[in-house]
C-alpha cells in the first residue's frame, strides 16, 4: 500500500535503521524497486527527481500516477515523494499529482536565501499535509562532476532546522552524486555530531558511490534516509548493454528491459538490506 514518507521515516528512525529512497526514472523502475521491498520484506521510497519529471516532457503527473499505481499494489509499505526539486510550480503539481514529501532544494543558494525560500515553501507544503525535506552544505556532483561540494555545520544546520521547520534535512558529509565507483568515504565523526545537534532525521544523498560497509556505519552514526540512484541504472544499463551485445538483431524492447529490470530489482535487494540492518 502507498504511506506517507513522515511515517516510514519516523519508524526506521526510531528503530535507529535506515530507510532505503530510490530514484525512478521509468515504470521498470518503479517495478523493480517494489519487487525488491516485496522480496526483502521491506518498506521503501520511491522518489522521482526534477530531472526525471524534465526528461518525461516536463510532467509530473504520468510518471507519479505509475509509481503510485505500482505503489498500491505492493504487499510492503511504499511512499511516493518528489527529489531535488527547485521549481516551485514543479512542486505544487507533484503534490496535486500525490506525493507525500517532498525535497525542496535551494542548496545553490547562500545560506539566507535557502533559509527563506524553504522557510516559505515548508509553510505552504506543511498546509497541505506535505513532509518537507531540505539541503544544506552541498552533496555536489548532480551535473556529473565530483565535486567535493561544502559540509553541512552542525551549528548552521540546527539554525537552518529551527528557522525553516523542515522535516529532515540532507547533509553533505562526503558523498557525491553520480558517482559510477564505490569509493566514497564518510565523515562518520560529522553524522555522529549533526545527529546529535539537529532534531531532524537526516538524509543521505549520493548513497551510490558509498560501500555497504560505510552505508552501514553511516546509518549507525544517525543518518536515516538514504538517497540511492545511480546503483540502479548501473545495473539497468550493465544488463541492456549485455542482452545487445548477445542478440544484435533484437527489436522488442521487452527482451532487453526484462532483464534490466531484474538487475535493478537484485540490485535494490540487496541494498535494501544494507541500508536496514546496521549491524551488518
Ligand atoms: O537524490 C538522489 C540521490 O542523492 C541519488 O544519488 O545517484 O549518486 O545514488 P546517487
Ligand atoms: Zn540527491
Redesign the pocket.
Known amino acids: 500500500p502507498v504511506v506517507a514518507t513522515a511515517e516510514l521515516v519516523a519508524s526506521a528512525s526510531l528503530s535507529g535503521l535506515g530507510v532505503a529512497?530510490f530514484?525512478v526514472i521509468t515504470l521498470e523502475h518503479a517495478e523493480a524497486i517494489t519487487a525488491a521491498a516485496e522480496r526483502t520484506g521491506l518498506p521503501v521510497v520511491l522518489?522521482i527527481?526534477e530531472n526525471a519529471v524534465k526528461f518525461h516532457g516536463g510532467r509530473v503527473e504520468p510518471i507519479v500516477a505509475a509509481a503510485a499505481a505500482v505503489a498500491r499494489g505492493a504487499s510492503v509499505p511504499v511512499a511516493l515523494h518528489l527529489?531535488?526539486v527547485e521549481d516551485e510550480g514543479l512542486l505544487r503539481a507533484g503534490v496535486d499529482a500525490g506525493v507525500s514529501s517532498v525535497?525542496f532544494d535551494a542548496s545553490k543558494l547562500s545560506y539566507e536565501d535557502n533559509v527563506s525560500a524553504t522557510a516559505r515553501i515548508t509553510a505552504w507544503a506543511h498546509g497541505q499535509g506535505v513532509w518537507v525535506e531540505a539541503e544544506l552544505g552541498e552533496?555536489g556532483?548532480?551535473d556529473g562532476a565530483h565535486a567535493p561540494g561544502v559540509r553541512t555545520d552542525p551549528v548552521e544546520a540546527t539554525a537552518f532546522t529551527a528557522a525553516t521547520g523542515v522535516d529532515a534535512l540532507?547533509v553533505a558529509v562526503g558523498?557525491?552524486?553520480?558517482?559510477t565507483e564505490r569509493t566514497a568515504s564518510l565523515d562518520l565523526d560529522l553524522i555522529t555530531r549533526l545527529r546529535d545537534a539537529v532534531p531532524v532525521p537526516l538524509v543521505?544523498?549520493?548513497?551510490?558511490?558509498v560501500p555497504d560497509e560505510e552505508l552501514r556505519r553511516a546509518v549507525a552514526a544517525g543518518m536515516v534516509k538514504v538517497?540511492?540512484?545511480?546503483?540502479l541504472?548501473i545495473a539497468f544499463s550493465g544488463a541492456v548493454r549485455g542482452h545487445l551485445a548477445g542478440d544484435p538483431a533484437v527489436v522488442d524492447p521487452r527482451r532487453y528491459l526484462r532483464p534490466a529490470r531484474d538487475a535493478m530489482t537484485e540490485a535494490a535487494a540487496h541494498l535494501l538490506a544494507v541500508v536496514a540492518d546496521k549491524e551488518g
Open positions: 529512497a530514484n522518489q527527481s527529489d531535488h525535497m552533496v556532483g548532480k540532507a558523498s557525491s552524486h553520480a558517482m543521505l544523498h549520493g548513497s551510490s558511490g538517497n540511492i540512484g545511480t546503483a541504472n
